[in-house]
């Protein structure tokens, strides 16, 4: 099923550019890994970048400009390594987790350790990620999530199962990409538990006292 949520044309710039937060970036690259649109739309913003790159040869002084794009020529094509290629295209394995997962959480879904960390919700956090806040969630079926808005920036994926909010549904594959300006409340489909990769660059927001309350607690 092709995902019906993507990331926002603004993410793909600033993914692009390499100017994501490090867990932000390992959701955005786990999204590509399943969205060829995306990917198109990423290179489209690789495109743009490199217009700009241009027009800031044009700008500069003729000697900088020359020696700056005989600098480029000679130097070996820049790799990114999160970055998953155009082409994927693998079978689905229900017990494999996406590639750009892997350093951090392992390859397989049934091998994770999770931790409770609050009724229905369970969590593995990454370590040493150095930008932002790294997490696989796994919540049970038909919980409803405190309500809450976000401190800075939000990437959550679906890997399986699926949760519901003001914003729409969301299944395997769909990413949400939320900024400070969004409010809402997820409630996780009945049937299986929704299993989700988040990222964020600030802490969550909540919107009632209790949630607020055991947030130290938690850890959110």
């Keep these: 099923m092709k995902p019906r949520h993507h990331l926002d044309d603004a993410t793909l710039l600033s993914y692009s550019a390499g100017a994501l937060p490090a867990a932000l970036a390992v959701v955005a690259s786990t999204h590509l890994e399943r969205c060829a649109a995306c990917r198109a739309g990423l290179l489209d913003a690789d495109r743009i970048g490199g217009v700009l790159m241009q027009q800031q040869y044009v700008d500069a002084p003729t000697e900088n400009a020359r020696a700056a794009m005989l600098a480029s020529l000679d130097a070996e094509p820049a790799i990114e390594p999160s970055a998953p290629p155009v082409d994927i295209v693998e079978e689905h394995d229900p ?86 300006e969004t409010v809402h409340q997820p409630v996780t489909s009945p049937g299986v538990p929704c299993i989700c990769v988040a990222a964020t660059d600030a802490p969550l927001v909540f919107s009632r006292w209790m949630a607020r309350t055991l947030q130290p607690l938690f850890g959110f």
């Design 95 to 180: 017990d494999r987790l996406p590639s750009a997962l892997h350093p951090w959480f392992g390859s397989s879904m049934r091998a994770l350790r999770w931790r409770r960390v609050a009724p229905g919700v369970q969590r593995i956090r990454a370590t040493g990620i150095g930008g932002g806040d790294l997490m696989l969630l796994r919540v049970a079926p038909g919980s409803k999530l405190p309500l809450h808005s976000h401190g800075g920036s939000e990437l959550t994926m679906i890997l399986d199962g699926a949760y519901d909010d003001l914003l729409g549904h969301f299944g395997p594959g769909d990413v949400a990409d939320l900024d400070a």
